[in-house]
């Protein structure tokens, strides 16, 4: 059985840092694209970043471009999301997904996701 475990959410003030992670486990991560999304309330499920397999490729939405960094350790069958100059429009769930197929690169829809985590909070606020 496939699973996803995000942790590393809380509150933070703006210009704040958190480290999110994500442990999965159930099948061999190291054939899977990953990608972290957020939902804020009453607003959709939006990209944040994903990476490739091999973590060579990443990519990120312009609204976080230069303050979020994404990796991946293959060893630990865990990704990371650095979170940097947080401001209160970050403020959401974050989530974690895995993709079997890689998605088109400089993408980032929830659609080609196949495995989701339960997802952990974020609160950027003074």
């Known amino acids: 059985q496939v699973q996803l475990m995000e942790s590393g959410g809380g509150s933070v003030q703006p210009g704040g840092s958190l480290r999110l992670s994500c442990v999965v486990s159930g099948y061999t991560y190291t054939t899977y694209s990953m990608g972290w999304f957020r939902q804020a309330p009453g607003k959709e499920r939006e990209g944040v970043a994903n990476?490739?397999?091999?973590?060579?490729?990443?990519y990120y939405a312009d609204s976080v471009k230069g303050r979020f960094t994404i990796s991946r350790d293959n060893a630990k069958n865990t990704m990371y999301l650095q979170m940097n100059s947080l401001k209160p429009e970050d403020t959401a769930m974050y989530y974690c997904?895995?993709?079997?197929?890689?998605?088109?690169?400089?993408?980032?829809?929830?659609?080609?996701?196949?495995?989701w985590g339960q997802g952990t909070q974020v609160t950027v606020s003074s």
């Open positions: 990476i490739y397999p091999r973590g060579t490729s990443t």
């Open positions: 997904a895995a993709a079997r197929r890689t998605p088109r690169f400089g993408t980032l829809f929830a659609g080609d996701y196949d495995y």
